[in-house]
């Protein structure tokens, strides 16, 4: 039978895009040690605000140096405006949990698309995340990327 991606069911969802600087530099223990930190303050943050993980997120994946959550499907736009707001604040805060332990973390960068993505189950049967909008939320962290091309990506977006 051929691959057929007919057979997959793509969405719209917001993508969030975590990323640690120099996250690459640190040792194994630092990594670890951080993002330790990071998993720890995203539940008190969720916990704090009365905010539930499963009404925000179905998706968490890894990158290496970071890592991407993904959003429900939007069924409103206060629930976009409530997501946006939720992930900026969380990472503030972050950024002031890791200031106030002297953490060796560079900073932290943030995308956060609204774009295609496809739900599959991965070798170990785990859900896992692909598609165009990943990629698009990826560049948006890109050093070239100018305002005007992430209106742009934005845009053609809400036109689909």
Known sequence: MPFSLTDYDF????????????????????????????????????????????????????????????GDLINSLVWGQTFIIFILSFRNSLLKRLKDINSSCSGIKIAIHFGRTLEFKDINDNHNYIGSGMNDC???????????????????DLKL
């Open 11 to 70: 969405k719209h969802r917001i993508i969030v895009l975590l990323d640690i600087i120099d996250f690459s530099e640190l040792t194994d223990d630092q990594e670890l040690d951080l993002l330790k930190i990071i998993n720890k303050e995203l539940m008190n943050y969720l916990n704090q605000g009365g905010w539930q993980k499963e009404n925000l997120f179905i998706g968490f994946v890894p990158t290496g140096d970071g890592f991407y959550l993904i």
């Open 138 to 156: 990826a560049r948006l962290l890109s050093p070239i990327n100018s305002y005007i091309e992430v209106k742009m990506m934005h845009l053609n």
